[in-house]
């Protein structure tokens, strides 16, 4: 007998991985958590039904989210992650040497048990010393902070259920304060192929680009999201993603990577037509 787990994507599309073992199942106070161990992509973790990381392709999401405000802001040294839970974020994080704290708010306690338990690849440094952890609702815990982190990144799930407050206007102006003068915050837009999901990051760009004076878009390719292409946002203060990136001091890390190169930072955000001409009709409305 075979066993499937699979997403609906729109309610006339749906993606199927086959898996070999159901890992853990638990409903959390907010959400329901499941862990497959699958042949293809290796462990899967989802939530609510929805597939949020797999073995084989959360390098590319982690990386993307992570390297790219890293490798244009020379001076990140406190950072706020929102979310993130699996620990992805984290783990590529305490790999600069520079960054000294990484405080992360994770509203669902049951998922970084799970994640430690079942995806130790991404949870191997939550327990690193610079990383502090706090369990509850990130629009609460700073919105009285003000200028206090170099980079926020918020890797939160998609703009319904719990994570909704998190694509507000007045959640981004909150990350805004609690950024220093030159601070950057990147955050996952979600794909902009569905129509559902296209409004939803239009929605998201638009209140980013109200908000902070420089704001883009740029793009990955991740098989297991939704048709397999997503795209993230870099807000700034005063750092712009492409003019500013310093591609000699990054390759003098000597980081290994497996989807991030300063090439590719380039090219992300050079965006195909129909996305261009998404974000330029809310712009337009600003």
């Not at 959400?31 to 084989?56: A, H, K, S, W």
């Not at 870099?234 to 000699?248: C, G, Q, R, V």
Request: glycine share 6%; hydrophobic share 35%; aromatic share 12%.
């Amino acid at each position: 007998m075979e066993f499937w787990f699979s997403e609906f994507h729109t309610p006339d599309v749906k993606h199927s991985i086959r898996f070999n073992e159901h890992l853990y199942s638990k409903q959390s106070a907010f959400q329901r958590i499941d862990i497959f161990d699958t042949p293809e992509f290796g462990r899967v973790l989802t939530l609510d039904g929805n597939v949020m990381l797999t073995e084989r392709d959360e390098f590319i999401y982690d990386e993307m989210i992570t390297h790219v405000p890293m490798a244009v802001h020379p001076g990140i040294k406190n950072v706020l992650v929102i979310g993130a839970g699996d620990g992805g974020v984290v783990r590529e994080l305490t790999r600069y040497d520079r960054v000294e704290r990484i405080d992360l708010i994770e509203m669902d306690p049951m998922v970084i048990e799970a994640c430690r338990a079942y995806l130790p690849g991404n949870a191997c440094r939550m327990d690193d010393r610079r990383v502090h952890i706090t369990f509850g609702n990130a629009l609460k815990e700073i919105r009285h902070c003000e200028n206090e982190y170099d980079l926020i990144i918020v890797d939160s799930t998609d703009p319904f259920g719990p994570s909704e407050g998190f694509f507000t206007k007045e959640f981004y102006g909150i990350c805004y304060n609690a950024l220093k003068e030159d601070g950057i915050m990147v955050n996952q837009q979600g794909s902009p192929f569905y129509a559902e999901d296209a409004k939803a990051m239009q929605r998201s760009h638009k209140r980013i680009a109200s908000t902070f004076p420089i704001s883009r878009v740029y793009q990955a390719h991740i098989p297991t999201y939704a048709a397999g292409y997503w795209t993230f946002g870099f807000a700034s203060k005063k750092y712009h993603p492409i003019d500013d990136l310093d591609t000699e001091s990054w390759l003098k890390l000597n980081l290994k990577t497996r989807y991030y190169t300063p090439h590719l930072h380039r090219g992300a955000f050079y965006l195909p037509a129909f996305v261009e001409e998404m974000l330029l009709e809310v712009e337009n409305e600003i």
